[in-house]
């Protein structure tokens, strides 16, 4: 098991910054993929930012620019800057890993979900 332990939520004026941070922790094959999602009540879960072991990023359309996800790769950590922040960006920010198991040709692939982040941005 794979535990994902967020930090650095908060409450920030409309333009302020952020900076929140994921630790993946526990029984770990190798974490692959991590990514940070967020939600507000009532509203799917929806991807902000992924990031390969390789560096490779992915992001959600309406926040590039604004959000920049990295990681530690030694520290099995996941960060992300969030700039220009705005109160539509009000949400719980959830990490989540990827743990890698080779089986001989094969990756088995497990899912990990931290317990949130709550951010909040007002106006």
């Known amino acids: 098991q794979v535990q994902l332990v967020e930090s650095g939520g908060g409450s920030v004026q409309a333009g302020g910054s952020l900076r929140i941070s994921c630790v993946a922790s526990?029984?770990?094959?190798?974490?692959?993929?991590m990514g940070w999602y967020r939600q507000t009540p009532g509203k799917e879960r929806e991807l902000v930012a992924s990031?390969?072991?390789?560096?490779?990023?992915k992001y959600a359309d309406s926040l590039k620019g604004r959000m920049t996800i990295s990681r530690d790769n030694y520290k099995n950590t996941v960060f992300l800057q969030m700039n220009n922040l705005k109160p539509e960006d009000t949400a719980v920010y959830y990490c989540?890993?990827?743990?890698?198991?080779?089986?001989?040709?094969?990756?088995?692939?497990?899912?990990?979900w931290g317990q949130g982040t709550q951010v909040i941005v007002s106006s």
């Open positions: 526990g029984s770990i094959y190798s974490i692959g993929t």
């Open positions: 989540k890993a990827e743990d890698v198991e080779i089986v001989g040709w094969d990756n088995r692939l497990y899912h990990y």
């Open positions: 990031i390969t072991t390789e560096g490779a990023t």
